[in-house]
């Protein structure tokens, strides 16, 4: 009888190499933050050893990183003064593929696994091998801290490689840390630019640690030119906000996102354990309901550049702010699927969520008059929002303002509060100030409040409103006849006006009659709410790349106003000159239906001859 068997698998490195050359990263560009990230960890490791006094044989100031170009001999060199490596080292950290030295290092030095507060990038270990997705060979020159010998280690991309031990470095190394010199292949052709390597400096490394200097070999230097590095080390989001002026914020705003608009206002975010994260993030002033609001939001992990937009870390409605977040409990190679799966991501999305509403409320409450000032910059933010998210509404419904009709901004409790005794727990809107005018006017002559929601994305946010508050109800200033605008005496329909007025409105408007306070207009045009925002719904849904509905207009209602003298005067007519009463009851319909929406050409020039063929009867 056969016995059972236990081992390793065993994976030959020249069968897995090709397969780390094509996928391990889906942009070939990673390849530099890869081996910078190395080189970073390096340094950041020897520093610690330093202030445990675990390296006393380390003297004089340390913590730099060059990466060099040489476009002549075809090569790319990352170079740090860090820890360095001895034979052994090389040999479990370089030659062994995924063993990462980090967990080695953080496990020993930093008394955690998950090396919290480490600072150490390379939680991983297959980065140093994304050089050969741009590289036919690489070397790797390095000389321990420790004192150790120098080693070379030269590897090509089939996985063969020479280890010289007790090398003698010619300039390449100091007296410790590692150069990784990659011998760029045709592939990697476009890497040997100097642009294009400061562009991917620029955005994966530029606020790194450590310090990051790029050197082009055989390039003329300007006699003035200083030297500086391409990084800034500490970037805003890792001061204290009490820390920051604010034209250091507008600063960093500008720099990173090259938006010559200045924000609103930011949010300086610094989340301690558990979560354990920091970062900035922005209100972009949004000229338009139109405009994008997609924003950018640049996720970290140690200052080092992981992804734009990760709608797993931040709600898809807070997208469209920009800023930063520095995520060191996440992996620097990013998974979406470790995103969605994440508890950690789940709970900074919940943080940032309940950070920003309170943002909000703080702002409403501490300076109100400066808060309306920026109310219609926020506006759109809010409602899209509380519409995504109703807890976010939920956070921040008191801190909602409306834009009065008759100027300054009320809460929805300050309004309903104020119009208690004539219309409880009705809100009356206007879309256009101007086209609603007549509407307006007569609510304010009864001591109405209306209030002005003039973008699309409104009346879908009153939806949300409605439901979260029992009983409240919007009602667009034409949609109904309020109550209080209606008076006394009779208001019997006229059989003679309905006639003539069913013969010239569109075909289904209703026509009805009722008794006005206002004794000028002869009739008011109104469609229901429920039917308007039903055809707006559809209307939206089909901008948004929804399929296209032919939405049939809403039945309408002209109301007649038996208090109007003009009325009075059709009726008579009606009896003693169908033909003129016929006209003048197109004429009132005409003015009714430009209260209500713009004309079609048609409509607009029946309008024009109807009103100059009465103006001849005069």
């Given amino acids: ?73 075809k090569t790319i060199t990352v170079t740090d003064d860090g820890i360095g490596m001895t034979e052994e080292e090389l040999r479990n950290y370089i030659c062994k593929i ?144 009490s820390d920051c002026t604010e034209d250091e914020y507008k600063d960093f705003y500008r720099k990173v996102f090259s938006d010559y608009k200045e924000p609103l206002f930011h949010i300086h975010l610094k989340a301690d354990y558990p979560l354990n994260f920091k970062g900035i993030l922005y209100f972009p002033k949004i000229s338009s309901e139109f405009e994008s609001l997609e924003g950018q939001v640049k996720l970290y992990y140690n200052q080092v550049f992981v992804a734009d937009n990760i709608k797993e870390v931040i709600p898809e409605y807070l997208l469209m702010l ?64 509380s519409m995504r998210d109703r807890k976010f509404y939920d956070r921040i419904k008191g801190s909602v303002l409306f834009e009065k009709c008759s100027g300054g901004y009320a809460t929805l409790d300050e309004y309903l509060g104020g119009a208690k005794e004539k219309h409880e727990k009705k809100v009356y809107y206007s879309t256009d100030k101007t086209a609603q005018s007549k509407y307006i006017s007569m609510l304010a002559a009864e001591g ?10 409104d009346t879908q946010f009153i939806s949300v409103i409605e439901s979260a508050n029992e009983g409240v109800k919007f009602f667009r200033v034409d949609a109904e006849i309020a109550d209080v605008l209606k008076g006394d005496g009779d208001k019997s329909e006229i059989p003679a006006v309905a006639e003539v007025f069913k013969k010239v409105a569109s075909e289904g408007t209703k026509i009805e009659f009722d008794r006005f306070k206002d004794t000028t207009t002869p009739a008011i045009l109104h469609v229901s709410e429920e039917a308007r925002r039903f055809e707006d719904m559809m209307k939206l849904y089909s901008m948004n790349g929804g399929e296209a509905f032919n939405v049939p207009g809403s039945e309408a209602t002209l109301t007649v106003n038996t208090a109007s003298t003009l009325i009075e005067k059709l009726a008579d007519k009606c009896e003693r000159d169908p033909d003129l009463a016929e006209k003048m009851a197109k004429e009132i319909y005409s003015l009714c239906l430009l209260s209500q929406r713009k004309l079609s050409s048609d409509e607009l020039i029946g309008l024009l001859d109807d009103s100059f063929g009465i103006l001849e009867l005069l």
């Fill in 448 to 457: 109405i409040e209306v209030v002005l929601l003039d973008k699309i994305i």
């Fill in 98 to 241: 995924a063993l990462s030295g980090a967990l080695d290092f953080i496990q020993k030095y930093e008394g955690t696994e998950d090396g919290a507060g480490a600072g150490i990038i390379g939680h991983f270990g297959l980065g140093f091998y994304s050089s050969f997705m741009v590289s036919d060979t690489v070397d790797v020159i390095t000389r321990s801290f420790t004192g150790a010998p120098a080693v070379k280690w030269t590897c090509s991309d089939d996985g063969q490689f020479d280890l010289i031990p007790d090398y003698e470095p010619d300039g390449e190394i100091a007296s410790h840390g590692t150069s990784v010199v990659m011998h760029i292949n045709d592939e990697g052709a476009e890497f040997l630019s100097e642009y294009k390597l400061k562009e991917i400096l620029n955005k994966y490394c530029a606020f790194m640690p450590v310090e990051i200097y790029f050197e082009n070999v055989g390039a003329e230097k300007k006699e003035d030119e200083e030297e500086k590095p391409v990084n800034d080390t500490s970037p805003l989001w890792q001061k204290n906000p």
């Fill in 322 to 385: 920009k800023g930063v977040l520095d995520c060191p409990e996440l992996p620097l190679n990013v998974s979406r699927s470790y995103l969605q799966n994440s508890g950690y991501v789940a709970k900074i999305s919940a943080h940032i969520t309940k950070k920003v509403a309170d943002k909000l409320n703080s702002m409403f409450t501490g300076d109100r008059e400066n808060y309306e000032n920026l109310w219609r910059d926020l506006k759109t933010f809010v409602e899209y929002g």
């Fill in 1 to 73: 009888m056969a016995e059972n068997e236990h081992g390793g698998i065993s994976i030959e490195l020249e069968h897995i190499f090709p397969i780390i050359k094509k996928w391990l990263y889906s942009e070939k560009e990673i390849f530099l933050r890869e081996i910078v990230s190395n080189a970073c960890d390096a340094v950041t490791k020897l520093k610690r050893l330093v202030s445990l006094g675990e390296a006393g044989g380390v003297t004089g100031d340390f913590g730099k990183i060059t990466v060099s170009l040489n476009s002549e001999a």
